[in-house]
């Protein structure tokens, strides 16, 4: 039998041709890696405001930054003392025309503040709550927790209530307030 210098390409096609199921199998395992890694990453930061306010808004994370910022140190779920930096719920309300001040008063003292999060869960707060006409507690949307973003399991945003002595309205993923009338 002779070789041919033409049957070395050929050969080398062949072991190609032979291999690429491998290749393929390599190329779908960085496709579905880099998928993961990317599921697996810090969500982005929005909220949509709604309900019965004159001026429904959606926030991205750069508008809520933008937005006046508060640092509450208090201690976590775990009995841990941590610094939670983020913005009064009561800015995010205003912006949406909520009646705050004297405005909130008579029927308006019926409406609520539901927060939902990206996990189904929803607490509820009296608007009243977030108001510094009527009370001192400072509610916020934190979104850092000791100079850092909040993980994926706290984050993107967190309510963070001081005043409660259990975190059952510390709600994780918040995506939405939506203000109604409990009437």
């Known amino acids: 039998m002779s070789i041919h210098s033409g049957d070395a390409p050929q050969r080398r096609i062949r072991g190609l041709l032979r291999a690429r199921p491998y290749f393929l ?38 508008d809520i930054a933008a937005l006046p910022r508060t640092t509450l140190t208090v201690t976590d779920d775990s009995g841990a003392k941590a610094t939670y930096e983020g913005t009064p ?26 927060a939902g999060a990206s996990d189904g869960y929803h607490v509820v707060f009296a608007l009243a709550e977030f108001d510094p006409s009527f009370t001192d507690q400072v509610i916020i949307l934190a979104d850092r927790r000791d100079g850092q973003p909040l993980n994926a399991r706290e984050g993107p945003l967190r309510i963070i209530v001081p005043g409660d002595k259990r975190h059952g309205r510390w709600a994780r993923g918040v995506t939405t307030l939506t203000v109604l009338n409990a009437r």
């Open 89 to 114: 719920v009561v800015e995010i309300l205003r912006r949406a025309g909520a009646p705050l001040g004297k405005e909130l008063r008579g029927p308006k003292m019926t409406l609520c503040v539901v």
């Open 25 to 62: 199998a390599a190329a779908f395992c960085v496709v579905m890696a880099t998928t993961a890694a990317d599921a697996l990453a810090q969500p982005v930061a929005s909220l949509r405001v709604a309900g019965e306010v004159p001026t429904p808004l959606s926030l991205s994370a750069a």
